[in-house]
């Protein structure tokens, strides 16, 4: 009698596991929204000096408005010879990296061009960490 209570919970604890595997096994193949950034060791900071901001050299980011097609952003993008570095489209978040010497106004200056475009909601320097108050 005991043996059979014995195996029946092994069994139940066998049964427990083949499932648990067989969920992780599913939720790994499951297509996720989640973007990850690309792996970058070669980009350059610069501080910015009114602000004490560490900014990305040379790279931007944007947000566009839903009805802004990648195609339009690519248009956008061609104008400055830059290049497209992240992108999630469900958001209209862009990341654009751009040509020319590390320069805190050139980023600014690269922050206004893209502000000024129809369809941008919203652009900003990408920065690397926020002054110490």
Do not use: W
Request: proline share 5%.
């Amino acid at each position: 009698m005991m043996l059979k209570r014995t195996l029946k919970i092994f069994l139940l604890i066998l049964a427990f596991v083949a499932i648990g595997s067989i969920v992780i096994f599913l939720m790994a193949k499951r297509p996720t929204n989640q973007y990850q950034a690309p792996q970058q060791s070669n980009f350059k900071l610069i501080k910015d000096p009114k602000t004490g901001v560490e900014l990305v050299c040379n790279q931007i980011g944007i947000i566009t408005d839903k009805d802004v097609s990648k195609s339009t952003v690519e248009k956008y993008v061609n104008e400055i010879k830059g290049k497209i570095i992240l992108e999630v489209p469900e958001t209209g978040t862009y990341s654009i990296s751009f040509p020319g010497e590390c320069d805190v106004q050139a980023i600014y200056n690269m922050v206004n061009f893209f502000k000024n475009k129809s369809g941008v909601h919203r652009a900003y320097p990408e920065y690397l960490s926020h002054p110490s108050s």
